[in-house]
């Protein structure tokens, strides 16, 4: 139990566009889900915190109007990174918690390449 | 302020020997600590974690690591290391008290395997 699947895997997208990444947690309701970021070489960074049917948490220094996070279920939370630009090229973690529960569990992550 | 201290960027060790990987912790509540191991362009795979009671836990891959309060350490040990065992090394904590999931990891250790 407790899986949680990222889509997609892997995107290539022109500067200027939005993508969006889906995360879902398929065999229990997540009322918590996480993402992170991760730069190559370097460790994984928290973005946002996002509870189910609320406005997500952005930890300093994220932009929040860049980074769009929506959590309208209690199984999928989808982060749009909006006119992506070649910096925002990077791998991209979410995780999803129970209610009540610390334990998170971690999706297969999805690499971001902006050209 | 809250964080995770992992001293060793990059360790290599040859195969069969044991290995030690070092996590510190700097946390003002009560903390959940996870090891977690990441292949090249892979996500991550939790290996153990402590909440409470017995202090060595033990994980999957034949890795264990001890839980030392008074040193705020977790450090991940394994007796006979395989080449398949190369890859990051992620420690992270979390807050008993957030019931969250929420973690902060730590800068990562690179695990190199000699033949």
């Known amino acids: 139990g407790a899986v949680v699947s990222q889509h997609p895997s892997w995107v290539i997208c022109k500067s200027g566009t939005s993508v969006k990444i889906e995360c879902r947690s398929l065999?229990?309701?997540?009322?918590?889900m996480f993402w992170y970021r991760q730069f190559p070489k370097q460790s994984l960074m928290l973005m946002a915190t996002s509870n189910e049917g609320s406005k997500a948490t952005y930890e300093q220094g994220v932009e929040k109007d860049k980074f769009l996070i929506n959590h309208a279920s209690l199984t999928l939370s989808t982060l749009t990174v909006t006119s992506a630009h070649p910096e925002d090229s990077s791998f991209y973690i979410c995780s999803a918690s129970r209610t009540g529960k610390t334990e998170a569990f971690f999706g297969q992550g999805t690499r971001l390449t902006v050209v | 302020a809250q964080s995770v201290t992992q001293p060793d960027i990059h360790i290599t060790v040859s195969e069969g020997a044991s290995l030690e990987l070092r996590c510190n912790y700097s946390?003002?509540?009560?903390?959940?600590l996870f090891w977690y191991v990441q292949s090249p362009g892979q996500g991550l795979q939790l290996l153990l974690k402590y909440f409470s009671g017995d202090t060595l836990v033990q994980g999957i891959k034949g890795f264990e690591a001890e839980f030392k309060r008074s040193q705020s350490s977790f450090n991940l040990r394994k007796p006979s290391v395989h080449w398949s065992d190369a890859a990051e090394y992620f420690c992270a904590v979390g807050a008993v008290s957030s019931n969250t999931g929420k973690l902060i990891f730590g800068q990562g250790t690179t695990l190199q395997v000699k033949p």
């Open positions: 946390y003002g509540a009560t903390p959940y």
């Open positions: 065999d229990f309701q997540a009322t918590t």
